[in-house]
């Protein structure tokens, strides 16, 4: 399976030499029309960047030498040389010298309908890792450099930034292009399109093991050692960096991932189960930015896990019936028996004290009631909720959040079969580097 990165093809990165830099695209003569009329508008002169603020675009800032009094608006192409052709142009500002900015939705050269050797995506804020070497290993191997396959397909993804880069944008929540997925395919030449149908299932996956949502923000087509097509993609859905704990290890053991990568584009075949991972895997990430705070991340997390109990109790294993929806099966029952099914233990993790306290408080024996109580005292505000939630210290919520977050990980592992090392929220060990369990399944298989 080893497909190493190609190196040659690092010259055809673009790159930032600081995070939120602009990237320069372009710089020269251009071309503005207007498709109310039949008349080309003056030349103009000017410079295209992919810039991130206030979302993710590609910018155009022109100045006609010839303005006579126009007025841009809806309705505009631009071209320029290197562009596939004329594009629709958005107005930002205006003044009454000629200088206009405006971006555009899509750039993209010509070329896109070539096939060819290899396509680079780039992307932000990948987290840093290391890859795990066998043991015995006689043959160096890059270390933040990683390898998938899928039939014919080889996708290699690279860290292209230092420790040192990454660091110093943490805080600032900074954009970062120091990502880099290259795919190739055994024998043949690769398309855009065929690329990236693979390309919207590889990322979701990497999302997931990222914590942050990260999609391609630009492709790279390159043929007989020449770069033969470039595109620009305008992606608002993606997370400025910040540090986020999640259930990846730093130390990657790269075989178990690229097992559970096959795994899950096999499941995304069924586009039923496609749809099913994408929403599970959203309202995971959403719940572990905690961008609206601990308490809504709970009630995400609380969607994230009822979605599954649905879908695998009900709709794929049948363990379930639907004459026993309703409440016939209370919330924290159904993740009990989705637990089960997965061979996760339902226990409070001993190491959570103010989780354990509260449990002795209530009476609660399980995980999933500490936290279905937890999360229903913040999403049913009647008095009596309003009271209980009053109560609870953040420390409490905290911890429930990640013994929730921690749930809906393995659950998915699970379904992606991944026989790893998982890093454990509730681990003892002082460094959280080492905070890491094989997962609870293949324990469970060694022990009998």
Known sequence: MKDAYNASASQFLFKQNEDNDEISIYEGPMKLHSTMDAFQKPDSKGKVVYTWYPFPRVQYDLTFDDYNGLVVGDGFTIAHEGLAGPTSFYKLTEDHRGHVKGFVELYESPGKELT????LFQFVNLALFVKKLEPGSQIPEPANELSFCFGDFFIVLKNVFQESQLKSITG??????????EVRKAGSLIGIEEAKDLMNVFFEFLSFCNGLRVKPILAVGILGGEKKY?????EVNISPFSPKIGWMPATVEEERLNESWQKMYELCKEEEEKNFLE???HWYLESLSMRSGVDASISLVQNALELLSSRILYEKEFILSHAEKGDRVTASSKINILLTWAGIPNGIPAHA??????AKGKTLN???EVITQIRNAIVHPDLRNRVKHRKMELGLKKQALDLALQYVELILLRLFRYTGQFHSRFSDHPI???RRERVPWVMLNERD
């Open 116 to 119: 060819f050797d290899s396509i």
């Open 172 to 181: 600032r929540h900074g954009n970062i292009l120091n990502g880099v997925v």
């Open 230 to 234: 470039t595109s620009f993609l305008t």
């Open 279 to 281: 929403l599970a895997i």
């Open 353 to 358: 004290l103010e989780l354990v306290e509260f």
């Open 366 to 368: 399980t995980g999933p």
């Open 432 to 434: 959280q580097e080492f």
